[in-house]
Structure formats: structure tokens, C-alpha cells
């Protein structure tokens, strides 16, 4: 492919005979060869101001947009599988195999991406083809049914290029963005327009709501799921999501802020590999990440990380945010030492953070929530309910409510499954653990319950008899 500034030049090449020599001018020719030979150098001298002109157009046509894309475009992959449906779930019609396609934004070299759980949902085998046409496989790590998304991780020995991450923070309605994805199967397909609108609420089925996106009028097409919405700057400032049916140039992205902080946690040691640190992190604003708690009793505790300190560096990654907290982790030991950095009072310190294995202490959840909530919870078995609602990977089963109780007043009964708090799946009780602390450090009161009852999703918000008393 021919660069910007080279295509189009005349006289770039000395002119030589069939065979392949080299012509030269003999000066026999007289005023015939001068001719010629003037006629030849008119041509060069055309030939470079075309040449340079050619080149000044190039780049008067790399626009931010032009410059946007390329930048992230290699950061961007194409997801394809088969997946089953029909004949589910009491669904009407038979169970058939339908090719599945969305794109997914990369956010560890090491091949971790984030899509649309949507997008893999039901996939048995994921195929992922990267910018350069590379395809390779990829497994589901982890997800979150209620907020759509999901994490997987590519097999690839190879560091991929990781996608430049912006803020939804500071978003303007009317500001240009950029939609990218795998529109209707055409790889990396580029789209344009605004933000159109913030905080919308969208319902596409009855068992899937979402809250708080982007609207934006670039257009997003099947295939587009899991893909980043970027802006001018060419940084990724939403998850693009869905489109709305029957309407014209209405689309929405999940904000990346939001992102981020459900990725975090489906990235989280403690999920993936039962590893704990205890640190909980705010971005920083480009200059690293701010220590909003630390977990009593936690190993990041006993390295002498205080709230307040801000880490820029954690072994060989960069902190912005939770993620890159989880990033640095993922792959150590119970025992490993962790080099952590951070900024205390003005002054750059190093720590050495000791992993250590998650605790499990069921009995001390069972007298928290039983305190906290008026609720007893005991795990059920996955298969017992993705029996009843095949979104679901597990919950936890609700034995006993007592009377007067938080959960009692929100209407929970025994039999109801614990399904999710907040934006977390609550499949094992350190999910319940964890979000009970985050409830605390992060002021989450009401926090928002689904419990399910049958085969349906019920939600509502509870209050702690901690916070009310």
C-alpha cells in the first residue's frame, strides 16, 4: 500500500531500455538530444511538484479523525461464533445454530478484552480475528449478565496492543465520536456522530435493562456490541451496546467509567484466582490512582498502604484506575511480593505488598447478613439455577428472613435466590463479603438486590439495620 506523500510522482525512476539497461544520453544527439533531455528535466521538475503537492494533501487529510482510528484500531478485535437458540427456557420454536458476531476492546497485552456479554453468550467456541487478520481462539473469563458485559481472554503469545481508556465523565451532547466494530460482520468498520444524549435508560427485553448510557447518532449495527465509542482524541469512552429497533440513527454505549469499575471486578484476583490485596482504588486523574480503603486485616494493610496515598505503579504497570490494580496482580501467587508505588505527602515511597489467599468465612457472612440484612444465605449449585434462568452462572439461596428485617420489609422470602447486589453477581460468599465492605467504603446504601423467584427476576433496594441504626 502506498504511503501519504510517495503515490503520484512522475520521473522517480531513471527511464531504461526493454531489456533492462540504463539509458544514458549520447552527445551525438545535438539539439534533438538537448531537447529531449530539457523535455525529460521539465517532467522531473513537474513530477516533484505533483509529488509534493500529492504529499501536502495527504496530510491535510489526516484529519483527528484519520489520526483517532489509527491509533486505536490495532486495540480493536472481531469476535465470531455459533451459538444455539430457540427451543430454550420455554422459548417458542426449535433450537437452531446461528452465526454470533460482535468485537471486543483489549485491555492487557496478555490478550484480555472486554465485550457485550451478549456478544458470547451460549458461544461454545470463540474465534477472535485481530487487526492484522490473525485469528485466534478465546475463552469467556468472566461476566456480568445485568450490566452486559464480560471479559475473555484471547491465546495469543504475542502482546497485543491495549486500547487507549478516556473518561465518560466530562462528556459534552453534541461533541463528536467515533463508533468502531464488526458492523454487520465488515471488520473495523468506522462510523461518525455526536453524543446526542446522556443518562438514558434503555429496556431491550424483559430481562434486560440498561441504565445510564450514551446515546449517540453514529451508527451502531449488529456486530458493533462489545466495540469502543471513542472520541475526537481517539480515546475509548464508551462500550457501544445496542441500538434501537425500528428507529434510525439512535444507538447507545455503556459509559467507561461504568465499564471500568464492573471489568475491575470481573478482572479481580479474588474472582479469578482466589488471590487477595485489599487495596480499592480511585482514578487519579492521570497521576496514578487514589487509595480510597484499605481492607482491614489485608495484606495491602500490612505493606503500610494508607487511604490517600496515591499509587502510580504496581511491579511493571502504570495505575490509572481499579483495573490496572488487577492487571499488576493477575498471574502471582499467595506469597509473592508485590513492588508497589506510591505518593505520600509529596514524597515517591516504595512498598512491598505480600499476596495472600482469599479467607473464606462463611459463618462470620452468615452473622453479617443475618445482622446487616435479616437474611441467612447458604450457595446454591450453578446448574440448579441456570435451570431456571439460563443468564445466570449461580446465586445464593435465601433460608431464612427475619421478621421486620431489611429484607423481610423489601418483600424477600425463603426460597428466593440471591442473584446479584449492586452491579455484582453474588454466586460465593466473598461476593456477598466483598460487596458488604464496598457498601461501607463506598456510602451504598440503598444498595439495589435481584433475587430470583421461579424463573423470574424480582429487584428492589435494601437498606442495612447498620446504616439505619
Same mark, same amino acid.
Given at each position: 500500500?502506498?504511503r501519504p506523500g510517495?503515490?503520484?510522482?512522475?520521473g522517480?525512476?531513471?527511464?531504461?531500455?526493454?531489456?533492462?539497461?540504463?539509458?544514458?544520453?549520447?552527445?551525438?544527439?545535438?539539439a534533438?538530444? +538537448?531537447r %529531449?533531455?530539457?523535455a525529460?528535466?521539465?517532467?522531473?521538475?513537474?513530477?516533484?511538484?505533483?509529488?509534493?503537492a500529492?504529499?501536502?494533501a495527504?496530510?491535510?487529510?489526516?484529519?483527528?479523525?484519520v489520526m483517532?482510528?489509527e491509533?486505536?484500531?490495532?486495540?480493536?478485535v472481531?469476535?465470531h461464533?455459533?451459538?444455539?437458540?430457540?427451543g430454550?427456557?420455554?422459548?417458542?420454536?426449535?433450537?437452531?445454530?446461528?452465526n454470533? +458476531?460482535?468485537?471486543g476492546?483489549?485491555?492487557?497485552?496478555?490478550? &484480555?478484552? @472486554?465485550?457485550?456479554?451478549h456478544?458470547?453468550?451460549?458461544?461454545?467456541?470463540i474465534?477472535?480475528t485481530?487487526?492484522?487478520?490473525?485469528t485466534?481462539?478465546?475463552?469467556?473469563?468472566?461476566?456480568?449478565?445485568?450490566?452486559d458485559?464480560?471479559v475473555?481472554k484471547?491465546a495469543?503469545?504475542?502482546c497485543?496492543?491495549?486500547?487507549?481508556?478516556?473518561?465518560?465523565?466530562d %462528556?459534552?451532547?453534541?461533541?463528536?465520536?467515533l463508533?468502531?466494530?464488526?458492523?454487520y460482520g &465488515?471488520?473495523h468498520?468506522? /462510523?461518525?456522530?455526536?453524543?446526542?444524549?446522556? *443518562?438514558?435508560?434503555?429496556?431491550?427485553s424483559?430481562?434486560?435493562?440498561?441504565?445510564?448510557?450514551?446515546? /449517540?447518532?453514529?451508527?451502531?449495527?449488529?456486530?458493533?456490541?462489545?466495540?469502543?465509542?471513542?472520541?475526537?482524541?481517539?480515546?475509548?469512552?464508551?462500550?457501544?451496546?445496542?441500538?434501537?429497533?425500528?428507529?434510525?440513527?439512535?444507538?447507545f454505549?455503556?459509559p467507561?467509567?461504568?465499564?471500568?469499575?464492573?471489568?475491575?471486578r470481573? +478482572?479481580?484476583?479474588?474472582? $479469578?484466582?482466589?488471590?487477595?490485596?485489599?487495596?480499592?482504588?480511585?482514578?487519579?486523574?492521570g497521576?496514578?490512582a487514589?487509595?480510597?480503603a484499605? *481492607?482491614r486485616r489485608s495484606?495491602?494493610?500490612t505493606?503500610?498502604?494508607?487511604?490517600?496515598?496515591?499509587? /502510580?505503579?504496581?511491579?511493571?504497570?502504570?495505575?490509572?484506575?481499579?483495573?490496572?490494580v488487577e492487571?499488576?496482580?493477575?498471574?502471582?501467587?499467595p506469597?509473592d511480593?508485590?513492588?508497589?508505588?506510591?505518593?505520600r505527602?509529596?514524597?515517591?515511597?516504595?512498598?512491598?505488598?505480600? $499476596?495472600a489467599?482469599?479467607r473464606r468465612?462463611?459463618?462470620?457472612?452468615?452473622?453479617?447478613?443475618?445482622a446487616?440484612?435479616?437474611?441467612?444465605?447458604?450457595p @446454591?449449585?450453578?446448574?440448579?439455577?441456570?435451570?431456571?434462568q439460563?443468564?445466570?452462572?449461580g446465586g445464593?439461596?435465601?433460608?431464612?428472613v427475619r421478621?421486620?428485617?431489611?429484607g423481610?420489609e423489601?418483600?424477600?422470602r425463603?426460597?428466593?435466590? %440471591?442473584?446479584?447486589l449492586h452491579v455484582?453477581e453474588?454466586?460465593a460468599?466473598?461476593?456477598?463479603?466483598y460487596?458488604l465492605d464496598?457498601?461501607?467504603?463506598?456510602?451504598?446504601?440503598?444498595i439495589?438486590?435481584?433475587v430470583?423467584?421461579?424463573?423470574?427476576?424480582?429487584?428492589g433496594?435494601? @437498606?442495612?439495620?447498620?446504616?439505619r441504626?
Amino acid at each position: 500500500m502506498d504511503r501519504p506523500g510517495t503515490f503520484g510522482r512522475f520521473g522517480s525512476r531513471v527511464p531504461s531500455t526493454p531489456d533492462g539497461r540504463r539509458c544514458t544520453h549520447n552527445r551525438g544527439q545535438g539539439a534533438i538530444g +538537448m531537447r %529531449l533531455t530539457r523535455a525529460w528535466l521539465f517532467l522531473l521538475g513537474v513530477g516533484a511538484a505533483l509529488g509534493a503537492a500529492s504529499g501536502h494533501a495527504a496530510e491535510s487529510r489526516r484529519t483527528a479523525i484519520v489520526m483517532a482510528i489509527e491509533s486505536q484500531r490495532d486495540s480493536v478485535v472481531n469476535i465470531h461464533g455459533q451459538k444455539v437458540v430457540g427451543g430454550e427456557d420455554g422459548s417458542e420454536g426449535e433450537a437452531r445454530r446461528v452465526n454470533g +458476531m460482535g468485537t471486543g476492546v483489549v485491555v492487557d497485552p496478555r490478550g &484480555y478484552a @472486554v465485550t457485550n456479554f451478549h456478544v458470547v453468550e451460549g458461544v461454545r467456541r470463540i474465534e477472535v480475528t485481530l487487526a492484522s487478520g490473525r485469528t485466534a481462539s478465546a475463552e469467556l473469563v468472566s461476566h456480568d449478565p445485568r450490566t452486559d458485559l464480560a471479559v475473555i481472554k484471547i491465546a495469543t503469545d504475542d502482546c497485543l496492543p491495549v486500547a487507549t481508556i478516556g473518561t465518560s465523565s466530562d %462528556l459534552m451532547i453534541g461533541e463528536t465520536v467515533l463508533a468502531l466494530g464488526n458492523a454487520y460482520g &465488515y471488520e473495523h468498520t468506522v /462510523t461518525r456522530g455526536i453524543v446526542s444524549a446522556l *443518562h438514558r435508560n434503555v429496556e431491550v427485553s424483559r430481562t434486560q435493562r440498561y441504565e445510564d448510557l450514551i446515546q /449517540t447518532d453514529a451508527s451502531i449495527n449488529p456486530g458493533n456490541s462489545g466495540g469502543p465509542l471513542l472520541n475526537i482524541n481517539g480515546e475509548v469512552i464508551g462500550i457501544n451496546v445496542a441500538v434501537r429497533a425500528g428507529a434510525q440513527g439512535i444507538g447507545f454505549a455503556i459509559p467507561i467509567d461504568r465499564v471500568l469499575d464492573i471489568a475491575s471486578r470481573l +478482572m479481580s484476583v479474588e474472582r $479469578l484466582e482466589q488471590t487477595w490485596h485489599g487495596l480499592v482504588v480511585r482514578g487519579g486523574g492521570g497521576g496514578g490512582a487514589v487509595v480510597e480503603a484499605v *481492607h482491614r486485616r489485608s495484606p495491602a494493610e500490612t505493606a503500610g498502604v494508607l487511604p490517600g496515598d496515591r499509587i /502510580t505503579r504496581i511491579a511493571d504497570v502504570s495505575v490509572a484506575h481499579q483495573l490496572d490494580v488487577e492487571r499488576a496482580m493477575i498471574g502471582r501467587k499467595p506469597g509473592d511480593s508485590v513492588a508497589v508505588t506510591v505518593v505520600r505527602a509529596g514524597a515517591e515511597e516504595q512498598l512491598d505488598l505480600p $499476596l495472600a489467599e482469599l479467607r473464606r468465612d462463611m459463618e462470620s457472612l452468615d452473622d453479617r447478613c443475618w445482622a446487616e440484612f435479616g437474611l441467612r444465605l447458604q450457595p @446454591v449449585a450453578a446448574s440448579k439455577v441456570q435451570k431456571l434462568q439460563a443468564r445466570y452462572r449461580g446465586g445464593m439461596l435465601v433460608t431464612s428472613v427475619r421478621e421486620g428485617g431489611p429484607g423481610a420489609e423489601q418483600g424477600i422470602r425463603e426460597g428466593d435466590i %440471591l442473584v446479584g447486589l449492586h452491579v455484582w453477581e453474588t454466586i460465593a460468599a466473598e461476593n456477598v463479603s466483598y460487596i458488604l465492605d464496598k457498601s461501607i467504603e463506598e456510602h451504598l446504601n440503598p444498595i439495589k438486590f435481584y433475587v430470583l423467584r421461579g424463573r423470574e427476576t424480582l429487584f428492589g433496594h435494601i @437498606v442495612s439495620d447498620t446504616v439505619r441504626r
